[in-house]
């Protein structure tokens, strides 16, 4: 038995994504570059997939540049943005303290060549303000750049808000989509965002995939050199059936959001009434604003790992963060930033399920985190010490 839940992750592949890719290696061989026969249908069928992406995101075809994922769409937009300010002497950059790290390690380098940025504080609803934009942002500011749903945590942020301040500051605003595209309904003109970056694989399209939308005008400059693919902007020879691929599932996701979002929302609500009865359990970030299916939870007394070690023997597959992080030893940096404490971000679980899962599965994932959570509480000294009030609860 197996239990899939840690979709936030990644997703399975959908056989509609799968049968496109396959079709699109037999059908549409050619280089995209090239202007013999085969090369303009391959051309024509990258055409036809940026015009079908760009319909689903509310933009012109021209505005979607196919990446290698998030990871690169993320550092794309960063850089250009942050390059062309310090152009004109604005070197200062807005963001969140529970960013992704492929925004947050950017920063970091940015920092190093003496930008300065502004890591805006997270309470404990994870949840940031349009109004703490507001008023971090200066003359200098060259760039906001701030997700619109936490991939640990799940929580959603006032993304239209802060594109319409950054619009009326003249500032741009870049927004790293990949837990949201697919699951949500989303128009990069309302949201008023300059960037937005998403990546297949969170949608049920193939790893190694994904797309940066750049408003028309706004500065876009190279990460990746050597050819003119990508109207110049990435060199490389697209992988066409891996872009094919990732339309088609966006394609299906986008065509059941509200069906999908409803069942999972409903799954996620069991899991959070059922863990919640755990006592000294916290669920992370506010209960309300988020997407359908993540739910993250912290355990006092116990160590993430070995409750994913002992879920994973029970067929229960989940996660205790970002899979981007999960060979570090240290405590989730999103739950640091709602202000819990080391030894309490330790104990944390993050279960992401989606529409295929069922309630059944729910209510075992439930139990069986209730027995291990007990189990591990029962060899652990530092409950022991809680029980006997050597040391304060603190949740």
């Known amino acids: 038995m197996l239990i899939y839940a840690d979709n936030a992750a990644t997703t399975k592949i959908s056989p509609a994504a799968a049968d496109e890719m396959v079709h699109c290696m037999k059908q549409f061989w050619g280089n995209p570059s090239s202007l013999h026969t085969p090369g303009q249908k391959a051309a024509e069928k990258l055409a036809e997939c940026r015009a ?36 004109k002497g604005k070197k200062h950059i807005v963001t969140t303290a529970f960013e992704h790290h492929a925004v947050l390690h950017t920063l970091r380098k940015l920092e190093k060549e003496r930008f300065s940025v502004t890591y805006l504080p997270v309470g404990p609803d994870g949840v940031i303000s349009a109004e703490q934009v507001a008023e971090a942002l200066t003359e200098e500011t060259a760039l906001v ?37 697919g699951h949500m ?90 863990l919640s009865e755990i006592p ?9 604003i988020r997407l359908p299916g993540i739910v993250n ?17 029970k067929g229960i597959a989940a996660s205790s963060g970002s899979a981007c992080t999960s060979g570090s030893l240290d405590p989730s940096h999103v739950l640091l930033a709602l202000g819990l404490p080391h030894e309490v971000a330790h104990g944390s ?12 599965e729910m209510q075992y994932i439930v139990d069986s985190v209730k027995e291990v959570v007990s189990y591990l509480r029962e060899m652990s000294p530092v409950w022991e010490e809680l029980e006997k009030g050597i040391r304060k609860f603190l949740l």
């Not at 540049?65 to 300010?85: H, K, P, R, V």
């Not at 802060?162 to 595209?181: M, N, S």
């Not at 049920?204 to 408003?215: M, T």
């Not at 679980?349 to 059944?360: D, F, H, I, P, Y």
């Open 52 to 87: 079908e992406i760009a319909q689903i995101m509310g933009c012109l075809p021209k505005e979607i540049y196919f990446t290698g994922g998030g990871s690169e769409s993320d550092n794309q937009a960063i850089l250009s943005a942050a390059y062309a300010g310090a152009k």
């Open 145 to 181: 750049t701030v997700m619109y749903a936490n991939n640990e945590i799940g929580t959603i942020q006032p993304i239209m808000e802060i594109g319409g301040i950054c619009r009326e500051k003249k500032v741009l605003f870049h927004c790293d989509a990949v837990q949201a595209v």
């Open 185 to 274: 309904a989303m128009n990069v003109e309302e949201l008023q965002a300059d960037y937005l970056t998403a990546s297949a694989h969170k949608f049920n399209g193939p790893r190694g995939c994904g797309f940066l939308y750049a408003k028309w005008g706004t500065p876009l400059s190279n990460l990746i050199e050597g050819g003119a693919q990508e109207r110049g902007k990435r060199g490389g020879t697209e992988n066409l059936a891996a872009i094919a691929g990732m339309t088609a599932a966006l394609k299906e996701n986008i065509s059941c959001l509200e069906e999908n979002a409803k069942k999972t929302a409903k799954l996620r609500d069991l899991l959070i009434g059922g």
């Open 280 to 288: 000294h359990s916290r669920l992370n970030g506010s209960r309300e």
């Open 297 to 313: 939870f912290c355990f006092e007394g116990i160590e993430g790992e070995s409750l994913l070690l002992l879920l994973d023997e």
């Open 349 to 360: 679980l993050r279960l992401s399920v989606n529409e295929e899962n069922t309630e059944e």
